[in-house]
T-cell receptor
Framework: EPEVTQTPSHQVTQMGQEVILRCVPI?????FYWYRQILGQKVEFLVS????????KSEIFDDQFSVERPDGSNFTLKIRSTKLEDSAMYFC????????????FGAGSRLTVL | AQSVTQLDSHVSVSEGTPVLLRCNYS??????LFWYVQHPNKGLQLLLK??????LVKGINGFEAEFKKSETSFHLTKPSAHMSDAAEYFC????????????FGTGTQLKVEL
C-alpha cells in the first residue's frame, strides 16, 4: 500500500537553528499538508499546499515557517529559527483529487528544541 | 467553525468485549467525519469516514461508526476487541466540499487487557 514517508524520524536542535523536515507524499497525490502535535495536545493543522502554492494556513504558520516542493517528489517544512515551543511531532499528509479530504499521513518527525 | 469532542481520554476493555469510543461534533455546515488510529511509532491511519452517504459506516478491522445528526455524535464501535486494537484513536471533522483542513479531537487511548 502506498505510504507517505517522513525524514528524519527524530531531530534534536538548538534554539535559533534552522530545521528542515522532509516528506515524500504518495506519488499521484496533488494536495499536501503539514500538521503538528505538541506533546499532550491536539493534532493541529499548519498548512495545505496545492498546485505549487499554499492554499490555506493556520495562525501557527507564521513567517518562521515555509513549505516547498523542490522537485516532483519531496515536500518540505522549514522552520527558520526554532523556538522551544516548536518542539512537537510534525505530520506530513497527502491526498488525491478523487477523495481530496481523505488524507494519508506519514509516521511523523519528532522535533525537540533545546 | 467546527470542532469535535472526544468524551474519554482513556478507555480500557477486556479482549473479546465490545469497544465504544465516543465523539461529539460541532459544525455549522454539513460535516465530513473520520476516525483515525495511531499505533506507537506509526502514522495516523484512516479507519473510516462519513461523507453524507449512509449513516452507518463500516471501516477496517471490524470497526464501524454511526452518524447521528440529532445527537451530533459519531461514536466508534467494535463488537469484539482484539489486543492489536490497543492504540490512540482520533475523531476528526472537516467541512464537506469546503477544503481539506481537518480538525482533530484530543484522542482516546484504548487499552485492551487479557
Amino acid at each position: 500500500e502506498p505510504e507517505v514517508t517522513q525524514t528524519p524520524s527524530h531531530q534534536v536542535t538548538q534554539m535559533g537553528q534552522e530545521v528542515i523536515l522532509r516528506c515524500v507524499p504518495i506519488s499521484n497525490h496533488l494536495y499536501f499538508y503539514w500538521y503538528r502535535q505538541i506533546l499532550g495536545q491536539k493534532v493541529e493543522f499548519l498548512v495545505s499546499f496545492y498546485n505549487n502554492e499554499i492554499s490555506e494556513k493556520s495562525e501557527i504558520f507564521d513567517d518562521q515557517f515555509s513549505v516547498e516542493r523542490p522537485d516532483g517528489s519531496n515536500f518540505t517544512l522549514k522552520i527558520r529559527s526554532t523556538k522551544l515551543e516548536d518542539s512537537a511531532m510534525y505530520f506530513c499528509a497527502s491526498s488525491g483529487l478523487a477523495d481530496a479530504n481523505v488524507l494519508t499521513f506519514g509516521a511523523g518527525s519528532r522535533l525537540t528544541v533545546l | 467553525a467546527q470542532s469535535v469532542t472526544q468524551l474519554d481520554s482513556h478507555v480500557s476493555v477486556s479482549e473479546g468485549t465490545p469497544v465504544l469510543l465516543r465523539c461529539n461534533y460541532s459544525s455549522s455546515y454539513s460535516p465530513s467525519l473520520f476516525w483515525y488510529v495511531q499505533h506507537p511509532n506509526k502514522g495516523l491511519q484512516l479507519l473510516l469516514k462519513y461523507t453524507s452517504a449512509a449513516t452507518l459506516v463500516k471501516g477496517i478491522n471490524g470497526f464501524e461508526a454511526e452518524f447521528k445528526k440529532s445527537e451530533t455524535s459519531f461514536h466508534l464501535t467494535k463488537p469484539s476487541a482484539h489486543m492489536s486494537d490497543a492504540a490512540e484513536y482520533f475523531c476528526v471533522v472537516t467541512l464537506t466540499g469546503g477544503g481539506n483542513k481537518l480538525t482533530f479531537g484530543t484522542g482516546t487511548q484504548l487499552k485492551v487487557e487479557l
